[in-house]
């Protein structure tokens, strides 16, 4: 009987570039400084990103822009959720309770945990060029850092399929 192996290696996967973005700002705001500072045009999709994780909901806002003269797509996705679990706790007494949070950080690409925030871009063509790119974020004041990432050594690469 003749044995047939699926091989997944020659998947035809668009090639993209991913930009790590250290800044401590909001999503909303680092999309604000991106759309003034680079003339983009990103807004908030209607729905995050999404994933199920330890029985709970994880959401990373994304924001997308499509640049039609350059044949380019961007998106602006956060790297890190915090979740806030509440917990109360009763002591006995009538007014006892004790209340107690407890944070939890989640990360899209859990092998880069001290990235804020991830700008990958979709191009047919070599318009956009990252050095300009990379340093006209670093020349941003509220971004820290910003570099390209090696997409080979991601190990989650699941988690950046966002359509």
């Known amino acids: 009987?003749?044995?047939y192996k699926l091989d997944m290696e020659d998947e035809s996967e668009e090639p993209y570039t991913l930009i790590a973005v250290h800044c401590g700002e909001e999503a909303y705001k680092v999309a604000y400084l991106m759309n003034?500072?680079?003339?983009t045009r990103f807004k908030r999709r209607r729905i995050d990103v999404d994933f199920a994780s330890e029985g709970m909901m994880v959401t990373f806002p994304i924001f997308?822009?499509?640049d039609a003269?350059?044949?380019?797509?961007?998106?602006?996705?956060?790297?890190k959720c915090r979740t806030i679990e509440a917990g109360l706790q009763s002591s006995g007494g009538l007014f006892s309770?004790?209340?107690?949070e407890k944070a939890t950080d989640y990360f899209l690409l859990p092998e880069f945990k001290k990235v804020?925030?991830?700008?990958?871009?979709?191009?047919d063509f070599e318009n956009v060029t990252l050095q300009s790119l990379v340093s006209q974020l670093n020349n941003i004041e509220q971004i820290v850092s910003a570099y390209v990432v090696e997409t080979d050594n991601i190990k989650s690469k699941n988690n950046l399929i966002f359509d």
Do not use: W
Request: proline share 0%.
């Open 69 to 79: 003269l350059n044949y380019s797509q961007f998106y602006l996705v956060a790297n």
């Open 36 to 39: 003034q500072y680079l003339n």
């Open 1 to 3: 009987m003749a044995h």
């Open 116 to 123: 804020d925030y991830f700008l990958k871009i979709y191009s």
């Open 97 to 100: 309770e004790v209340g107690s």
């Open 64 to 66: 997308d822009f499509l």
